[in-house]
């Protein structure tokens, strides 16, 4: 995959990148509208990273733009005003979808996955590795082809760990991944634990390998290299 | 007491204490006025009758019940003439003239005489009666007018005054007001005064709030670069210690940013930013927290009684509302034990939340402020319940916190305006119907 990060921070712009290099991606950097606005015409990208609040524009113009040229790119707006009617705008001027700063990398990661997946894999809705199919439309989990029993929470989270293996996933990051903002009062490190240990009790269950592990202190990882 | 009114009473007083006065002062100077008149007259009637007598024509000629008598004195007395007033001529104390009696002494064909004459005049209690009826009317005209006018006029005067307070009574921080003109000394200072007063006090709040919010939107980013950071970080080689470390810093990061979410979201409260456009279906959104929550429910075991009435319509922001729910079950879990209970009644007039779970060790209703935590080193940030109360204060809704062992009882009144009653409902469905 092939991605523009479009964002004036340069610190935030090269966690992104090295953190989207790891996953093999091809990452370029743009720091402003121009700049943007260039790489835009020059070459095509499979998904935009578009912060919004840009030093020498705003990134809405830039949606309109890429609108007004026909780029067909999926966009993923960052910013860090999480106001309603930015949220709003953003989506209605042809963004795919949104996030907020501060936001976790690995989210980041896996809502640019399924805009790809939406986009650029013409709607493909089955995500492969190993013994474990995942179809996102059906919400149906199969190791070996034998359904997996599980909830939907619990479906969410493993896909989040495939689109994310080998990466360490955070608890704080699969609880807003689980439940969204509304993490603030709950002691998720619990529920995170809870519903890590029921998955990989189905998955073990279905004879499907022990993939995910616990890293310890930081939180959990799914393991590619096990067999 | 309106001022208008002060006026008016101290006014009417001082008409009050002066009337009778004045009526004192006016019927002794129209006495004066008739007795001085009678007796000049009565002088002359005297002088004329004298020179009648001196001629020998007839002297006794009645004159408007006057008349003249002619008394052989042996001397002349020292005084030309003598006056004397009779109150009572009649005798019973019902009289309504006193008579007036003039005499003069004269010398008439060289004997001396004393040329009598008396004539009625109205006695004075007359004159008084006369006197009180006018002091009445004008009492009363002065009284209605002064009451009637008084109140026009302050209606007219101190209606610049009535417009400032109204001014000072929406006052909001948030922006600045013109007062109205006035050409009254007293109110032109009174509104200068007041100008400065609010234009620093917008002035000083805008500026607090600017430098809060920017703080708090600068600070999104440089967490968002510590936190990418971190996360890169954990994923490079490092040892038992490291990782421990780190996770602290997690830990920190985490609660750095959601400190800073809840105010950038309790400013934007404060900025009106969720103005209600249409209503909800409460009970819905009720029901939806309730199912997304249902794991965390079954972890702790926790048994939820449900009494969620239907159709419950409210004027809320739906952002708010989820956020309301969320934050007050949130709580209700969280402050929880294990295999606890938690009871949620949602009627048309309110929503109350009670749930088992440790006594409090602050007095409840200061966990309504920010960052107050009935447990300070507990992992909360203390902003759920301050955001609740701000939301409440939003939509006009009024919300109490009480804990009667063992149970927690939040509680939330809707306000009459923000509840959709069923005569409106009924209204909008047929109105509906109608459409359809």
């Known amino acids: 995959m092939k991605v523009l990060v479009v964002e004036d921070s340069k610190e935030i712009a090269s966690s992104i990148h090295d953190f989207l290099v790891r996953e093999g991606y091809i990452c370029e950097l743009a720091y402003s509208f121009d700049e943007a606005q260039e790489k835009l015409l020059l070459y095509s990208y499979d998904c935009v990273l578009l912060d919004i609040m840009l030093p020498d524009g705003n990134g809405l113009e830039l949606l309109k733009f890429m609108k007004d040229q026909g780029i067909q790119s999926g966009v993923l707006i960052i910013s860090a005003k999480d106001a309603m009617d930015d949220k709003i705008r953003g989506l209605e001027g042809g963004g795919d979808d949104y996030i907020t700063k501060p936001f976790h990398l690995p989210e980041l990661h896996a809502r640019l996955r399924a805009i790809y997946r939406r986009k650029k894999l013409s709607g493909s809705n089955i995500i492969t590795f190993n013994e474990i199919t995942l179809n996102t439309d059906t919400l149906e989990a199969t190791i070996n082809d034998i359904l997996l029993d599980i909830t939907r929470k619990e479906f969410d989270l493993l896909l989040y760990l495939v689109v994310n293996k080998n990466r360490v996933l955070s608890r704080q990051s699969i609880a807003t991944h689980l439940w969204g903002d509304y993490t603030d009062n709950l002691a998720n490190f619990d529920f995170v634990y809870q519903h890590i240990k029921n998955l990989r009790k189905k998955i073990s269950a279905a004879n499907g390998a022990d993939y995910i592990d616990t890293v310890y202190g930081l939180g959990y990882k799914f393991n590619a290299s096990k067999v | ?436």
């Not at chain 2, 509840?419 to 359809?436: L, P, R, S």
């Open chain 2, 1 to 436: 007491m309106k001022l208008v009114d002060k006026f008016t009473l101290w006014f009417l007083g001082v008409i009050v204490i002066t009337t009778p006065i004045t009526s004192y002062i006016c019927l002794n100077n129209i006495e004066r006025k008739i007795d001085d008149v009678e007796i000049a007259r009565l002088k002359i009637v005297n002088t004329k009758a004298a020179a009648r007598m001196a001629d020998g024509t007839t002297v006794n000629i009645p004159r408007d019940a006057s008349f003249t008598t002619f008394t052989l004195l042996p001397a002349l007395p020292a005084d030309s003439f003598r006056i004397r007033k009779d109150a009572d001529p009649d005798g019973n104390h019902k009289s309504l003239e006193s008579r007036l009696t003039v005499s003069t002494f004269m010398t008439i064909n060289g004997k001396p005489y004393e040329v009598t004459t008396s004539s009625y005049i109205p006695a004075s209690r007359q004159i008084l009666n006369a006197i009180m009826d006018t002091v009445a009317w004008k009492l009363l005209l002065i009284i209605v007018c002064v009451a009637v006018s008084a109140r026009f006029l302050s209606q007219r005067i101190l209606h610049t005054l009535r417009l400032t307070m109204k001014k000072i009574h929406n006052f909001d921080l948030k922006k600045k007001i013109t007062f109205p003109q006035t050409n009254t000394e007293e109110f032109k200072e009174l509104n200068t005064f007041l100008k400065k007063m609010t234009d620093k006090a917008v002035e000083e709040y805008t500026a607090v709030k600017q430098f809060s919010e920017n703080a708090s939107h600068e600070l999104q980013t440089p967490l968002a670069v510590i936190r990418g950071k971190l996360e890169l970080l954990s994923e490079t080689n490092i040892d038992e210690d490291q990782a421990s470390l780190l996770a602290d810093m997690h830990h920190a990061i985490e609660k750095l940013s959601k400190i800073n979410r809840s105010l950038i979201l309790l400013s934007k409260m404060e900025n009106n930013e969720f103005a209600v456009t249409e209503h909800i279906k409460f009970c819905r959104v009720a029901k939806d927290v309730l199912a997304a929550y249902e794991d965390r429910l079954e972890m702790k075991n926790i048994q939820v009684k449900r009494e969620l009435d239907k159709n419950i319509q409210l004027r809320i922001h739906p952002v708010l509302a989820d956020m309301l729910m969320n934050n007050l079950l949130g709580n209700a879990i969280r402050h929880n034990v294990q295999d606890g209970m938690i009871h949620v009644i949602l009627k048309q007039e309110k929503l109350v939340i009670k749930n088992t779970g440790l006594p409090p060790e602050t007095p409840t209703e200061e966990l309504f402020e920010r960052f107050r935590k009935s447990n300070q080193c507990s992992e909360s940030v203390g902003l759920g319940l301050a955001i609740v109360k701000q939301i409440c204060e939003v939509c006009d809704f009024k919300v109490s916190y009480k804990y009667k062992a063992p149970l927690h009882i939040l509680q939330v009144d809707f306000c009459p305006g923000s509840v959709i009653n069923e005569a409106e409902q009924d209204k909008f469905e047929t109105a509906a119907v109608v459409t359809a």
